[in-house]
């Protein structure tokens, strides 16, 4: 088994999604966990799965507290954990980061000895389901947590929250409660209330529009299935940065149907084609994966039959040829027995992997 930075044990409060994955990850690296919630079937679930054990007593010492519940009860839960056991360093997962550590440092039970334990952090991993029964133990794996110390937070504190994101092979961001709460509302919130707003236009579409669907709409609206109650609370809690980035796509929003308005005017199309540009190199700058630069995949898509072992089969081919697949995705063709499989590899493998297929008798698309 894979070494530990913690020496456990680790008590996850709050056992759903993130919790969970969290017990999961630690419990493959050997880690002893106790699971805690306030549903007695989410704890038991999250038992079920393997994510570690209910805590029965609370006699335990452990090294470390992580509370994985909403964001609504987490600085709460926070103090509790800091006074129940006084010798654990204490993290919270939540999506929001400032107003947990005001409303931490504004609770009348602790003093410097327990908010010196207690570090903000935040993993950048997470799914549109809820509850243990999705969890993960690679949820966690080269995706960003942002550590977000505050000032009188204990150094050695600061190092445990840490090994929890190492133990859990994620890669760690250090920034202050105002730089995530900035970023998140960019990066993760933003795109949030975009989905949701798009998948919203669709309440009302006809059955033969919506049996066009395809992955333009598929990947702009995937987070639009994400769990209301959680997002009520994260776009509350952080709207003080929200507000000035969908002021920006307002205006933006205003622009584009003020071109469409008139169409023929001049300038228009230019307007267009500025507005497909600046989304362009918008994209490109979104990192690649271990927070590598941007790189530009190749695709080749595979016809298959749609029938048991194809993509096992495919997927077999690849391996032996020796060529990594960086992504997948596979799609159904409507009314047709046929599957269309994206891979996507590094474009100085993309020629080959074609030949390799092909000579083996496989149908590429071109
Ligand atoms: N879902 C994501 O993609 C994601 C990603 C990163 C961080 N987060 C953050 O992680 C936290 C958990 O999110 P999730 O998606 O796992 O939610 P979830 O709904 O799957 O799980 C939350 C769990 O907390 C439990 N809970 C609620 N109140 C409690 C209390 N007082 N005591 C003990 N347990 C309590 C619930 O019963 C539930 O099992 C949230 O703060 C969220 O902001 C979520
Ligand atoms: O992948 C998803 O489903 C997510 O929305 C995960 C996501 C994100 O925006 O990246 C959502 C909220 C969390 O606070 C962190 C991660």
């Keep these: 088994m894979a070494t530990s930075h913690l020496a456990g044990p680790v008590l996850v409060i709050g056992t759903g999604l ?46 470390l507290v992580v509370i994985g519940a909403p964001p609504d009860v987490t ?62 133990g690679e949820l966690f794996t080269a995706m960003p947590w942002v550590i977000c110390a505050h000032e009188q937070a204990a150094a050695e504190r600061v190092k445990v929250a840490e090994s929890l994101a190492i133990d859990l092979g994620a890669t760690m961001h250090r920034m202050s409660v105002k730089e995530h709460d900035e970023s998140v509302a960019l990066i993760s919130h933003f795109p949030q209330a975009a989905s949701s707003m798009i998948a919203s236009r669709l309440l009302n579409a006809e059955g033969h529009q919506l049996a066009l669907a395809g992955n333009g709409l598929r990947d702009t609206t995937r987070i639009a299935a994400s769990d209301e109650k959680l997002w009520i609370q994260i776009f509350s809690h952080n709207a003080k940065a929200l507000v000035p980035i969908l002021e920006g796509m307002k205006e933006d929003l205003d622009r584009l149907i003020n071109t469409l308005q008139h169409p023929g005017e001049p300038g228009a199309l230019l307007d267009l084609s500025q507005l497909m540009t600046e989304g ?62 994206d891979v996507s590899v590094v474009p100085g493998r993309r020629d080959e992997l074609i030949n390799v297929l092909t000579f083996n008798g496989w149908k590429v698309a071109q």
């Design 18 to 63: 993130l919790g969970t994955s969290i017990g999961l990850g630690l419990r493959a690296k050997g880690v002893g966990v106790y699971l805690q919630d306030i549903s007695p079937t989410a704890q038991g679930v999250a038992q079920d799965i393997g994510a570690g054990v209910v805590l029965e007593h609370a006699k335990i010492a452990p090294e």
């Design 75 to 136: 600085a709460a839960l926070v103090g509790d954990a800091l006074l129940a056991y006084p010798n654990a360093t204490v993290v919270d997962i939540a999506s929001v980061k400032g107003s947990i550590l005001d409303a931490v440092l504004a609770d009348p039970r602790l003093g410097p000895a327990e908010t010196s334990r207690y570090v903000g952090t935040h993993p950048m991993a997470g799914r549109e389901k809820s509850g243990p029964a999705a969890a993960r």
């Design 280 to 341: 362009n190199a918008g994209k490109a700058r979104i990192p690649g994966k271990h927070g590598a630069p941007p790189q530009a995949f190749a695709l080749v898509t595979v016809v298959i039959d749609d029938k048991p072992g194809q993509i096992a089969a495919l997927l077999t081919q690849i391996g032996q040829a020796g060529i990594n697949i960086e992504d997948l995705r596979m799609d159904h063709s409507a009314g047709h027995q046929v599957g269309m499989v």
